[in-house]
T-cell receptor, first 114, second 115 residues
Framework: GDSVTQMEGPVTLSEEAFLTINCTYTATGYPSLFWYVQYPGEGLQLLLKATKADDKGSNKGFEATYRKETTSFHLEKGSVQVSDSAVYFCALGLRDTGRRALTFGSGTRLQVQP | DSGVTQTPKHLITATGQRVTLRCSPRSGDLSVYWYQQSLDQGLQFLIQYYNGEERAKGNILERFSAQQFPDLHSELNLSSLELGDSALYFC??????????????FGEGSRLTVL
């Protein structure tokens, strides 16, 4: 079946450090890929997305590139801030009309220290 | 604020009991999704409704059921509760088919504790 695998957390970084959170996927179709973020006490919210190979999604300084050859969608940010502390979820969605919900990874907790 | 409202925010109950979680989607959204978030299994898709009709089922137990009403709000019913049902239950909504647009709007969740 379709699945998303993320690196285990927590990831602990100092402010202004470089962030990478790895995400790989398995899908029988041709998925769209997403990163969602969950701040403490809140629901998930869409951070960025990419709908085809080599697309780069970006938002709030975060970037991720859809790599079909490696089935990956790694999340990066050049300089993290304390306010980026949250749980990050990688997800895929398929255009197959029989499978309408997004499939999420297990989440990676990011802790940024001042 | 995502515009998705879930009640109750917290619920504590005993094994064997039944509870109902409620979700009001964003104004104009026709699709409602239920997800279960637990520490050991991450975010699991349970079920989706679109404009009152069931559209997709995920890992939803037979003890669980859901429905979407004509005013588009949805309820998730959990019965014969077990300790392992303790989790955060999220409702999300979207205009149409989330997998095509990616934009799911999540509520803040209902935290269920089964003692």
């Amino acid at each position: 079946g379709d699945s998303v695998t993320q690196m285990e957390g927590p990831v602990t970084l100092s402010e202004e450090a470089f962030l990478t959170i790895n995400c790989t996927y398995t899908a029988t179709g041709y998925p769209s890929l997403f990163w969602y973020v969950q701040y403490p006490g809140e629901g998930l919210q869409l951070l960025l997305k990419a709908t085809k190979a080599d697309d780069k999604g970006s938002n709030k300084g975060f970037e991720a590139t859809y790599r079909k050859e490696t089935t990956s969608f790694h999340l990066e940010k050049g300089s993290v801030q304390v306010s980026d502390s949250a749980v990050y979820f990688c997800a895929l969605g398929l255009r197959d009309t029989g499978r309408r919900a997004l499939t999420f990874g297990s989440g990676t907790r990011l802790q940024v220290q001042p | 604020d995502s515009g998705v409202t879930q009640t109750p925010k917290h619920l504590i109950t005993a094994t064997g009991q039944r509870v109902t979680l409620r979700c009001s989607p964003r104004s104009g959204d026709l699709s409602v999704y239920w997800y279960q978030q637990s520490l050991d299994q991450g975010l699991q898709f349970l079920i989706q409704y679109y404009n009152g009709e069931e559209r997709a089922k995920g890992n939803i137990l037979e003890r669980f059921s859901a429905q979407q009403f004509p005013d588009l709000h949805s309820e998730l019913n959990l019965s014969s509760l077990e300790l392992g049902d303790s989790a955060l239950y999220f409702c999300a909504s979207s205009v149409a088919t989330a997998s095509l647009t990616g934009e799911l709007f999540f509520g803040e969740g209902s935290r269920l504790t089964v003692l």
